[in-house]
């Protein structure tokens, strides 16, 4: 009772010094983390121990373990580890904390340096060893589109419409969709596995493991947006001319972007608790990449005979997402994008990022029990 009533004395102390510091401007990147975690504890003698854990660290650099000693005798004579002290944390909130619309733009915007270097390490990884490095990452959509104009246009015979099109012409429509697809793809594949990758991200260090679903976006994103404009260069190529609603083609990206980073959330989480989501996801994917408009248009003959088949094709934000892309860059003259259909799949996919943030943060406090 006597180290709780000192670890309660202790913690109000470094709030309140902290606090006043923190109001400066004055304070460390480590010791304005400890700020915020300490703040929603209240009057318990962890809020102490977590004070002692990030401020002990920042000044004794890497005596971890009589940190976490130090900090845990404060509060009742055994060792607090961080996956004790972020359960605590996770624990003490609601999820209508994390469904709060200001929260996740403020977590990404306060950790973009690190998301930044992670995903730049990622990038260098995924050529490391090789002669070319990075030129890989603009050779092999090169490639693919060059191979896809060759399949499609000049082997397959295969045409888009009914008129009279260009073989270049549908391979460009065709890797338009590909591309787009990759990113979601990439993205759910690699956050299904992803904090079983990086548990020492869990276990040993205090790490936000909410960024990693980010990073794992941004690394597809890169690669996306380099094939976007291998895409571009086509384009021109073929039309002698840039595609009169470009300036729009970004827009597409946004309901993709908010999809990607909720469902990552999702899968990151159940993938810890549930290891076959990874091969589930696999074989999700190779469904979708048929009942996404990849490979046909949305209006061929077939589907629009069929209106309610085309409604429900349509609910799925993938398909909306190529299909105005492909308006952007090679639409016929007069066609414009679906403005309607845009706004609920970027309302649909910004519910779908909230919830998978707020399942996310609810549920890592249970990641260190099982990985």
Known sequence: MENLAQAISIGRGCRAAAGA??????????????VEVVRPLGDTGLSAAVCALFVHSQKRGNADREVRGRAGRYVSGEEVSVAQVQTYVHQSRSVAYYLRPDLIPRTLWRHRQLIGQLTKRN????????????????????????????AFGFVLQARWGLGDESKVRFALKLFCGLLLFNIFAETASACAALIVAHANYVKKVVFPLEILPAVALLTALVQGLISSLVLLTGIVLLEQRLPPALAYYPLTFIPLLLLCLGLGWFLASLGVYVRDVGQAITVIIQILI?????????????????????????????????????????????????????????????????????WFMKTKRGFADVI
């Open 21 to 34: 510091t923190f109001r400066t401007g004055r304070l460390s990147r480590a010791v304005r983390t400890a």
């Open 123 to 150: 990038l260098l990884l995924r050529y490391r060893g090789s002669a070319l490095g990075l030129l890989w990452s603009l050779l092999m959509p090169l490639l693919m589109l060059v191979v896809y104009t060759f």
């Open 290 to 358: 048929f009942l996404t408009p990849i490979f046909y248009p949305l209006d061929m003959p077939a589907l629009q005979a069929h209106p309610q088949v085309q409604f429900v094709m349509r609910l799925n934000p993938l398909t909306v997402v190529v299909e105005n892309a492909r308006v952007t860059l090679m639409g016929e003259p007069g066609q414009s994008l679906e403005w309607l259909w845009l706004g609920i799949v970027t309302v649909l996919s910004l519910i779908v990022m909230q919830l998978g943030y707020a």
